[in-house]
């Protein structure tokens, strides 16, 4: 077990109703002033903006809304808020609704205190020594950004998406009410759940060394969002169904799951340029090029594929050739994805074939332009990604 | 999956050497003059006390010290570390060692800032509502309280042993190195392993309906703690077990093993008074009690303990009569007490037969006097507690 350390102080409250907590929650945090950030019309329709902002007026918090968030938040609306925030004396922001929402949250959180500009935080250029606190109330399982480190923004101009870690991005708690998650469209449940599962693959496909407390605990969290996600699928409003998946995909990202590993993340920084060129749902991206990627890399390490084959889809060991344990492994994972209504290529992700021309401007764009190889299970330059975006047409 | 909350804020740093950043910390924290609370002679011959201090000097912290902590830690000597630490101006503690040191460094934590008699918290006659920051050095894979939000401690008069939880007991952050754990006495080694399993299996026995994440993570802890344990018992400089035990001891008492779970408790507060009795340590006490709290309650819920054995001990389960795979899980367990020399009943505990009189003391202490009653998977009056103390013999 490698050296770690493992900070996760998001407080979490979890259950049915919990959303109501939210003005006792902000009152206990000491937030006086909040920003209620939050995405398209679903917040308001289903009642749930409602909802908050009577709880925060009875607990006599003043309030400012901000609405707009969409998959791939954007940065204008970061700089929006911030500016929102500063105007206001805004000293809480609350981020309402799916990853997008709650990521931008963050950004605005980190940005009202920064005095240069926060979009050089996220190309590592500065680092950032204070944020207002934030929390949130999360509607889908699916980014685990309710109590991670991190946030994901792109910003229009070049359509470059960024990713940024700090203790900064921890919230200070996330209200996790399973019943919210009952009017989500079909596609959405079946993006969050191949996000969930590439949070955990991510971290666990890697060279580390023997790490079992991690590897098991990872492959707990990938069987339990399988068995339980084609539930959710079917039965959409199946409570004990929504609370696996969804407390299943708050632990893929606090990175419990990652623990004495260096993890891999390659597919997620693959798709993350797809997502940032062709505006795509993240985990639709994440499955359409995961087989490419997948059959790319397992045999520099077949075993470590075998083992999943074994620990997560209950195959038998092919002790002779273990190599046919780990195809198979990549096979039934596909299949799922595929069973639940994900794209597992990228012409099927787009409805068209990429052109060689965008494949060589995604490529170079995620090795941050010559500046970065890519993964841990196989190293990656630019010539073997472009040969992953190829191979998943 | 019931509604839980879940706080664990405690920053894990783990590794080897990692106890040289306790001053670098400490300074992060906010630490400027701390107290050093640690229990006998190890901390000292073994070289840590003084790694302690000169990293504390290095980073500018002033420091007192209190020795002489305890198994089954007292209340005196919490008394003692709450005066010197407001006659000297403390403002950070540090527990170093094993338990005891880190629960009694927690109580003065909270003891110096509150205006009455610390006791009175552990007998829940009042609450506190403020600590002095506290973090620890462990030197033990036991109790978990490197990260909990439980201490507990032990009055002289009386013999009254008492836990008290709250967020004020979480320690702002842990350093965890196994090697640390390298020069231990089997006896603790196998004490720690016990303990580690009995805060994962106190949670887990309950009725709680479906709970599969918290319920598949509590068997990892499990089977991975029983594996490793063994390792560690045979080559105790072995770091990949002593890593994976470690890591356990922490994942089986920060609540991850009990979200959603009403738990069931009843073996820790019958070794409680054992161990306020007779001053045994908490691991062995624990084993010595459970094949009887075990064989008493089974047959109120023979398939969670049939799971218990297929999960965890790997046994075929019998479709016919699960009662069946439930005896023998139960019977794995307690062998594999035994193979790591620890006690299966209190006559090995103590050396002799307890008496019908203590028993009824023990009895009655732990319904805290008639004013509660024990359990989940069976609720427990005084009269099933004298039971289980009676067949334990």
Same mark, same amino acid.
């Given at each position: ?21 939210? !003005? ?6 000491? &937030? ?6 939050? $995405? +398209? *019309? /679903?917040?308001?329709? @289903? ?33 929006? !808020? ?6 206001? &004396? ?6 309402? $609704? +799916? *990853? /997008?929402?709650?990521? @931008? ?289």
């Amino acid at each position: 077990m490698n050296h770690f350390s493992f900070y996760s102080p998001t407080k979490v409250i979890f259950g049915k109703g919990v959303a109501d907590q939210i !003005g006792t929650e902000t009152k206990a945090w000491g &937030g006086t002033k909040v920003l209620i950030h939050y $995405g +398209g *019309g /679903s917040v308001v329709r @289903s009642g749930l903006l409602d909802r908050v902002k009577k709880s925060l007026d009875e607990s006599g918090i003043a309030h400012v809304e901000l609405g707009g968030a969409v998959p791939n938040p954007r940065l204008g609306l970061v700089y929006e !808020g911030i500016d929102l925030c500063r105007k206001e &004396g805004v000293d809480f922001i609350l981020g309402i $609704g +799916g *990853g /997008s929402a709650i990521d @931008s949250a963050k950004a605005i959180a980190i940005g009202v205190p920064f005095e240069g500009d926060v979009w050089d935080i996220y190309l590592n250029k500065v680092k950032e020594t204070d944020a207002l606190p934030h929390a949130n109330i999360i509607t889908l399982a699916a980014t685990g950004t309710e109590t991670s480190s991190s946030s994901v923004i792109t910003n229009e101009e070049g359509w470059l998406k960024r990713g940024h870690n700090s203790p900064f991005n921890r919230p200070r708690f996330t209200l996790m009410d399973p019943e919210l998650l009952y009017t989500l469209p079909p596609y959405q449940t079946a993006c969050g759940i191949v996000d969930i599962m590439m949070h955990t693959m991510d971290r666990y496909f890697s060279h580390g060394g023997t790490n079992e407390v991690t590897d098991r605990i990872a492959e707990v969290i990938l069987r339990t969002t399988i068995q339980y996600g084609k539930i959710c699928m079917e039965d959409p409003e199946n409570y004990e169904a929504r609370s696996e998946v969804m407390w299943a995909g708050s632990l893929s990202h606090n990175h419990l799951t990652g623990l004495g590993l260096p993890g891999d993340w390659a597919p997620h920084q693959i798709e993350h340029e797809l997502g940032g060129m062709f505006d795509v749902a993240h985990g639709a991206g994440l499955s359409a090029i995961w087989n490419s990627w997948a059959s790319y890399v397992y045999d520099a390490d077949p075993m470590r594929f075998a083992r999943f084959g074994v620990n997560v889809w209950g195959l038998d060991m092919n002790w002779q050739d273990p190599s046919v344990t780990a195809r198979e492994a990549i096979r039934c994972t596909v299949d799922f994805f595929h069973s639940i209504g994900m794209p597992v290529t990228t012409t099927e992700l787009l409805g068209r074939e990429t052109t060689e021309e965008e494949m060589q401007e995604l490529a170079v764009k995620s090795t941050y332009f010559g500046a970065r190889k890519l993964g841990n299970m196989k190293v990656l330059e630019e010539k073997d990604i472009l040969e992953i975006y190829r191979n998943a047409r």
